[in-house]
């Protein structure tokens, strides 16, 4: 597969971080009208879990200083459970696996640090204001009150055990894939596209009805990876975030709208 331009929708460590979030004013307001803004007031979100204690609404996952030098995300604001804290889909013995699955990690292991309920959403590393720096993590609970949970709820509750959810660090499309081409172990999959951003190793799966070739945060990213148990080098693995993108404000967060299974089918072909 010959490299092809990439539609860069990010720059800086946004691009380095491979993760597509946008830090800019259009990506905050975006985030404002969504369940993931957890702030009350003026700009509260319109979710059932909300927080008087600050009106920062990015507060809640990033940080401008002190940040998790671990996560595989741009400056993140909480503390990360041990990978090895979670049991993961393969261990449900699915016959479909064929890609080699690595421990909870990359962009997952950050989703989860809300998502597997083990935590308050307003445990954070570094507080707003001075003097709330906690590198494991503390609650800003004493400085406001919670309308509704301070844990995730329902269905958004992933819980520590994802067996019951769709894959997270497994291989896309069996295994196989290089940079530059390659082929998958399993057919059943689109092939994706791939090119280098600052040296790193990207692959994404276009979504548009005619794929054009160009990254796009619309399009099913892929997260590389490079564990010890994966044979053939670095590799692209699905993630929360392959499907999911934490900034949009689209239903369920997702990349593009499920109408007709396209999110499945944007890389499953059935």
Partial sequence: MKPKLLKLKTIGIAAIALTAFAWTGASAQGVENTPHNLTQGVTGGPGPNTFSGTAEICVFCHTPHGGDDTAEVPLWNRALAAPGLYTTYSTASSSSIDGSVAPVGSVSIACLSCHDGTQAMDTVINAPG??????????????????????????????????????????????????????????????????????????????????????????????????????GGPQPFVECASCHDPHTSN????????DGSAVCLACHVK
């Fill in 130 to 231: 001075s003097g709330g720096y906690n590198p494991l993590g503390a609650r800003m609970g004493v400085d406001g009150d919670w309308t509704g949970s301070p844990t995730v709820t329902g269905v958004a509750n992933l819980g520590i055990d994802l067996s019951n959810d769709h894959p997270v660090g497994i291989q896309y499309g069996g295994g196989g894939l290089i940079v530059g081409g390659g082929t998958m172990a399993d057919p059943d999959f689109v092939l994706p596209d791939d090119n280098l951003i600052n040296g790193s190793t990207v692959w994404w799966v276009d979504t548009e009805a005619t794929p054009d070739g160009l990254r796009a945060k619309t399009d099913m990213q892929l997260y590389t990876r490079d564990e010890a148990t994966v044979a």
């Fill in 251 to 258: 239903d369920l967060f997702l990349r593009v709208a499920n």
